[in-house]
């Protein structure tokens, strides 16, 4: 089955559960939620690089989902849907959490050579090899690239995020945020050079 086929298949599944639901069939949320929680999930550790915070938001998500979807018109795919309220939850818990000094952890699944080389070297598999000098200083790299990229304009440290989860192609996240699959490209490639720059590395 090719990429464009199942993905039909996941669309049409989708709007038979949501008119099962609007029929009064409460399992078929349900099925819905098992079905991307996770994705909603990934998208706010994307942004918030924080496990409980992400938890915090993927919840929120279903609630409004599930207060919003008996006026659910179908106009775009559910999964757009879905992940634009997971964005706008995420970024309001992001500045909540900065205007509160809050400190975001930085994920440790993005490669470390800014590829997207889905079997470059990632520093979860290192950081158990490292010597406690060596990991002093991989632990401070984390941090000034933690600050760094709080630093970042907002539009690149985004893009660059939610390409660092796995989830997300290309296409989704300019689906997403509403922009041309180039200017993504653009986006991301710019938010990693400049924090090589800022970074030294």
């Given at each position: 089955?090719?990429t464009?086929?199942?993905?039909?298949?996941?669309?049409?599944?989708?709007?038979?559960?949501?008119?099962?639901?609007?029929?009064?069939?409460?399992?078929?949320?349900?099925?819905?939620?098992?079905?991307?929680?996770?994705?909603?999930?990934q998208?706010?550790?994307?942004?918030?690089?924080?496990?409980?915070?992400?938890?915090?938001?993927a919840?929120?998500?279903?609630?409004?989902?599930?207060?919003?979807?008996?006026?659910?018109?179908?106009?775009?795919?559910?999964?757009?849907?879905?992940?634009?309220?997971?964005?706008?939850?995420?970024?309001?818990?992001?500045?909540?959490?900065?205007?509160?000094?809050?400190?975001?952890?930085?994920?440790?699944?993005?490669?470390l050579?800014?590829?997207?080389?889905?079997?470059?070297?990632?520093?979860?598999?290192?950081?158990?090899?490292?010597?406690?000098?060596?990991?002093?200083?991989?632990?401070?790299?984390?941090?000034?690239?933690?600050?760094?990229?709080?630093?970042?304009?907002?539009?690149?440290?985004?893009?660059?995020?939610?390409?660092?989860?796995?989830?997300?192609?290309?296409?989704?996240?300019?689906?997403?945020?509403?922009?041309?699959?180039?200017?993504?490209?653009?986006?991301?490639a710019?938010?990693?050079?400049?924090?090589?720059?800022?970074?030294?590395?």
């Amino acid at each position: 089955m090719t990429t464009a086929m199942s993905n039909e298949t996941a669309v049409h599944e989708d709007r038979e559960l949501i008119e099962k639901f609007k029929s009064g069939a409460t399992w078929a949320f349900d099925k819905l939620v098992d079905k991307y929680s996770g994705r909603a999930y990934q998208i706010a550790y994307g942004i918030l690089g924080n496990r409980q915070d992400a938890e915090e938001v993927a919840q929120d998500v279903f609630i409004r989902i599930h207060r919003a979807l008996p006026k659910f018109r179908g106009d775009s795919e559910f999964t757009t849907w879905m992940y634009r309220i997971a964005m706008n939850l995420a970024r309001n818990k992001y500045r909540w959490n900065k205007s509160r000094g809050s400190q975001r952890n930085l994920s440790i699944d993005a490669p470390l050579d800014g590829t997207d080389d889905p079997d470059a070297k990632r520093l979860d598999v290192i950081e158990g090899r490292l010597s406690p000098d060596e990991k002093v200083s991989l632990d401070e790299l984390e941090k000034r690239a933690l600050e760094e990229l709080d630093n970042l304009p907002e539009l690149y440290r985004q893009a660059l995020m939610l390409r660092n989860v796995d989830e997300l192609s290309y296409e989704q996240i300019s689906d997403l945020l509403g922009c041309k699959l180039g200017t993504i490209k653009s986006r991301i490639a710019r938010a990693r050079d400049e924090l090589r720059k800022r970074l030294g590395v």
